[in-house]
């Protein structure tokens, strides 16, 4: 689960004040684990003079003649947190603290451990030496542990001001980031207001200079999906307005023969209509009109340059792609009486494939349909330029007025006077196609003199 921009935020800015809080700690305890070490080696050092001091009495009873750092160290007032003891090798206590006889015993070595009791924790250093009264066990005990000194410390000088920094910091940044984020909760509230229906820019006129990119981005996106709103919206009017005329002929001619087979049959009864050869043929040409008709309007609607701007472009090999063109024409033309040829340099470029193949198909087929038998057609592709490229089509054929070269790009206009069967979508189609790839069709004299070349250029 991802956390909340706010808590990540809170989270980095309070991290180092943690660490230093957590330094702090580290090095406090440092510092008591070094006091600690000099406090283990004064006991060590005082166990010597400890032994010193142990003399034999009368009647063989040990006495103790102390000398003045043992004295300091145990003090004489008795508010010292200190303790003594000397026992024999039987445990038995001559002399100081009888509590610390109870301990494990000890050997040549200096033993040092702590202990609990008297509400306090002590530390203890014990050793056995051989003293002027015969071997005996040492033991001197610090109750004035600084490493518990310590802790109180850490906690009411370190730990507590930190917790309260960090608390008044906590707030502070949370009030701060509250304000800071307000521009984005204020986009939020705009974006949850807005209609399905509205898909204009949001103003950043207002906005901090960091939220402006992620406002500029949902602005990309709302144009995006207007473009492709509107394709929808005129795809659904072109294919409404175009198929109505050719189904109302094709439900009108079917109607006909209803009536008709109705006339000849009597109600109930199975009859056989005999319909002429030439009215089949005009009911599969009206119906290959509208198939293409549909097609056409479907290529249309996915070469819309706006609808296309989301999906990844991959190079395009144009040698393949008018190669694949002309095996898709070559018997058309060829039944027609068109000569199909093609003029090839390598070349590539950077688009969608598919979207090129329509394009150019529709251009061949264009020149195909306009072009009388015995002509010419010829594809072309090569570089232009340092790193351009293009594609074109050259026909011989009755060729386009100059003054309407602009206007054929429009959907569904037909040359004045034209007499060959179409749509008009041909060349709208491929200058969608053009348009989703950043170019244009030129429209020129064909090379012949005659007819016309149609040519698309890439980069460069």
Known sequence: MVASLRWRLMLVLLAPLLSLALLSAWSGWRAAAQIDRLQDQRLARLLPLLADSVIPGEAGAPVLVMAPPLQQFLGTDGQTMTAF?????????????????????AGDAVDFRSEQGG?????IARQQQVTRAGPMVLALADASD???QWVRAIWWEVTLPHLVIMSLAFAAMRWSLGCVTRPLRELTRIIEQRSAEDLGPIPDDASPKEVRPLIAALNR??????GQAEGQRRFISDASHQLRTPLAALQSQVEAWAHAGRRISPPGQLGTLLLPIEQIEMLRSATRRTSGLANQLLALSR????SLRAEP???????????????LHLERATDRGIDLGVELQPAMAQGYEWLLREALSNLVDN?????PAGRAVTIRCGPLGMRGAFVEVDDEGIGIP???RARVLQRFYRVRGCEVEGTGLGLAIAEEIARAHGSQLDLQTGSSGHGLRIRMAFGG
């Open 85 to 105: 003891a000397v026992a024999d090798l039987q445990g038995t206590v001559l002399a100081g603290h009888a509590w610390l006889a109870g301990l494990p015993r």
């Open 402 to 404: 100059a003054d309407e």
């Open 303 to 306: 070469a819309d340059a706006r």
């Open 119 to 123: 509400g306090a924790i002590w530390r």
């Open 367 to 371: 020149a195909i349909k306009y072009s």
């Open 313 to 327: 472009t991959r190079p395009v090999n144009l040698v393949a792609l008018c190669e694949g063109v002309l095996e």
């Open 221 to 226: 996106l709302f144009r995006l999906v207007d």
């Open 146 to 148: 600084t490493r518990q």
